[in-house]
């Protein structure tokens, strides 16, 4: 199930308090309108009943998805003594076979949500993600621009087992760019498929 809390907030405009809620975990399955609200951003924003400014909210959730077998445990920023240690759960809850992640950053969650969706290792995709932008186009990771997961799409007769899509945003141009590779086998789990671009 999907949990949540009544914050109250001071609108930093013209200081009005308002009530937002926080959402503490979301069940994508029995919720998934807060899947899109989630994408939407809608899930992050307040909008001060007075002078309508729109506030982004920064705090952590729980997002669960039973289909797919995932938990991402989600916070805005990572903090400065954040140490890295593996999850372990404890067995006998019915959770064999989720994956579990700790993410930090809006768009890392949701690309986190897509690359799971589409039954993706995600580990491997880092891998794609960094060979892409420090090998095959290194002026990606030397202009500090971040490598994204975007979608998938079904086999084509160009593209015949299918095509992976990354992308990054230009702040400069303020553009999108997409980067486009024809999977040739069959599988995206391991290490030993190969693209070409």
Known sequence: MSKSHIGEITCPRCYTKGEFEVWDSINADLHPDLREKLFSNELFEYTCPLCEAHITMHYGTLYHDMTHKFMLFYDYAKPEDF??????????????????????????????????????DDLVIEHMKYMTSHVIMPEISEKGYHLLFNRTEEATEEFPFGTIYFSYVDPGQEKIFTIRFGRIQKSFRGLQNQYRH
């Open 83 to 120: 140490d890295y240690s593996p999850l372990e759960m404890p067995k006998g809850m019915g959770l064999e076979g989720y994956t579990y992640r700790v993410v930090f950053g809006l768009a890392r969650l949701k690309e986190k949500i897509l690359i799971l969706e589409n039954g993706l």
